[in-house]
């Protein structure tokens, strides 16, 4: 009895679980940026962000953690990199970004990005990337690690300065999700490459517009399991690749590749060249159903790009 009741008190005594602390952060406050708390998160932890605009930038690898806004026309991250990589370096398993803007991010080896994803789970919701080298670049080097962007755009990144930087760029990830997001006016790279083991992008918009100069739309240059479903694409008169919208396999099929489908997208040609919407280059059969096609081109072609005509003067160039 008298251990019971030792044990009792013993347990009355033990701290409890520490509750989760929400840090209030803004150009008005005590607290005025960012990185001022990042040093002090625990898992569980919240930072709000208040409206305004932050030269800042932090790394994060705090788990669990939540980094959050006041809308993303309201609440701005900009031109302050960390490490060289990104605004944003997060590397904490199960972190959410939410509600707020990363714009122009650059760095010297031209890759730099809204988002460095390092993480073995990120999740992004309701955030613009706007005139940066990458939206987002993520991928961990032992081929671990999911993406899930929602409701979120990409509007003007890419950048081929060097190598080329995209909308979206992931690594050897298990999953890359893209949901309801827009992609609008990619400069030279790819609104979206992936070499994911499953890569799937749904109910998004992907537009060149006038002035976009994208290449692909979409690439997914190592195959991988494809799920490509309610999308509007649209390729502009300016892209830089006319040949196709979206690619799969274009550098080597390294990953399993078990399923291609692509299926009830809405696809737009509005230049003056003929483009496939989808062009498979792995040996997995690609299945397209209840798909839309406006204008030059073809909605699916297959094989490795073909052999290109000599001319009479080609010897001069050997």
């Known amino acids: 009895m008298r251990a019971a009741a030792l044990a009792l008190l013993a347990a009355w005594l033990l701290p409890g679980p520490v509750a989760a602390t929400v840090f209030e952060v803004g150009p008005d406050l005590e ?40 809308g993303a026309d309201r609440t701005v991250l900009s031109d302050t990199t960390c490490g060289g990589k990104a605004i944003l370096v ?16 650059r760095v010297p080896d031209g890759n730099g990005a809204g988002i460095r994803d390092e993480s073995p789970h990120l999740t992004v919701e309701r955030v613009r ?13 032992d081929g671990t690690g999911t993406l899930l962007v929602r409701d979120s755009q990409f509007l003007r990144n890419g950048s081929c300065e060097r190598g080329c930087a ?25 609104s979206i ?21 994208s290449s692909f739309a979409i690439d997914i240059p190592n195959g991988g399991d494809v ?54 280059r792995t040996d997995t059969q690609a299945r397209l159903t ?16 073909p052999p290109k005509k000599r001319g009479p003067l080609d010897w001069l160039l050997r």
């Open 31 to 70: 607290t005025k940026t960012l990185s001022a708390v990042i040093g002090k998160l625990q898992p569980g932890d919240t930072v709000r962000l208040a409206p305004g605009e932050y030269l800042d930038c932090a790394v994060i690898a705090t788990k669990d953690v939540t980094i959050e806004g006041a």
């Open 290 to 305: 209840g798909n839309s096609m406006t204008g030059r081109g073809v909605e699916l072609r297959t094989g490795p790009e």
């Open 90 to 105: 997060i590397s904490g398993a199960n972190v959410t970004v939410r509600d707020l803007a990363l714009t122009r991010a």
């Open 129 to 141: 990337f706007e005139n940066n080298q990458n939206g987002i670049l993520s991928g961990l080097p």
């Open 166 to 190: 995209h909308g979206i760029y992931a690594g050897v990830l298990q999953l890359l999700r893209v949901e309801r997001s827009r992609f609008f006016e990619t400069k030279v790279a790819h």
């Open 227 to 280: 799920l490509i479903r309610g999308n509007t694409i649209q390729k502009g008169p300016r892209s830089d690749s006319k040949k196709v919208a979206i690619l799969l396999g274009g550098e080597g099929v390294k990953n399993p590749t078990r399923e291609i489908v692509i299926e009830n997208n809405r696809f737009t040609n509005e230049a003056d060249f003929d483009t496939a919407f989808v062009w498979n």
């Open 193 to 213: 490459k992936s070499r994911a083991l499953r890569t799937e992008v749904l109910d998004s918009e992907i537009a060149d517009g006038r002035d976009g100069t």
